[in-house]
């Protein structure tokens, strides 16, 4: 008996499973919005020109090296990234970037540095979240509870901001740690307007959350 064969078999992740559908699926009219990927009007992919500016530098520049970055990643992309992304804010905080493996790899580096420094007694998902958030804090670190909080009103289709607050209110402890996705929420495609989100850092604030913010 071959070692592998313990290996429990994981179920689709439902985001690829759904792509593998649609190519299977042989209507004319189908139509797939589940992957973040922008189209043009043919429905190809369209390719940032941004891509594709920094396609053409690689290409035309042979003496690159592709030395192994150092721990904390490339050095002018990290500095970039951080300057995109802080701007103004730099000047006046203590900011420390490091380059992670995509977005999947950033989660699973920040709950391990959660999990091994803050030991929270919970970790906060919104209802709904990106259905890796509980598989990766689960992985990391099964014994930090987790808990959703109300985010999206199916009725009234709106951010269940009254039943955000009021949740963490009751019942997150100080010390917990909060994910909240910075933009383009998934999967809701809901976010806080700039009011709501100060309502949101207050309650952070009063009840002493770490919040941790995936921008994806
Ligand atoms: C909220 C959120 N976080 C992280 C990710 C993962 O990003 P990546 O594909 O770069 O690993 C996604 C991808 O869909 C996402 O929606």
Redesign the pocket.
């Known amino acids: 008996m071959s070692l592998f064969e313990q290996i429990p078999a994981v179920p689709a992740d439902g985001?690829f499973a759904m792509i593998e559908a649609f190519k299977a699926d042989p209507s004319e009219k189908k139509v797939n919005l589940s992957?973040?990927i922008y189209r043009d009007e043919d429905a190809n992919t369209w390719v940032l020109p941004s891509v594709k500016k920094a396609r053409s530098i690689l290409e035309s520049n042979p003496n690159l090296n592709h030395d192994i970055s150092p721990q904390l990643g490339h050095p002018d992309l990290v500095s970039v990234a951080r300057e995109i992304t802080f701007a103004d804010t730099l000047a006046t905080r203590t900011i420390v970037s490091m380059q992670t493996?995509?977005?999947?790899?950033?989660?699973n580096t920040i709950a391990r540095l959660i999990s091994d420094i803050l030991h929270p007694k919970h970790i906060w998902l919104s209802n709904p979240?990106?259905e890796?958030?509980p598989k990766i804090w689960a992985h990391v670190d099964a014994g930090i509870e987790q808990r959703l909080y109300p985010y999206y009103d199916e009725e009234t289709s709106t951010l269940d901001i009254e039943g955000m607050v009021a949740t963490l209110r009751q019942h997150a402890v100080k010390g917990d740690a909060i994910v909240l996705?910075a933009c383009?929420?998934?999967?809701t495609g809901m976010d806080p307007s700039r009011a709501l989100w100060e309502a949101i850092a207050q309650v952070c604030e009063e009840k002493g959350l770490f919040p941790i913010f995936?921008?994806?």
């Open positions: 985001a992957p973040g493996i995509a977005g999947t790899g950033a989660n979240s990106w890796n958030h996705q383009a929420h998934n999967p995936d921008s994806a």
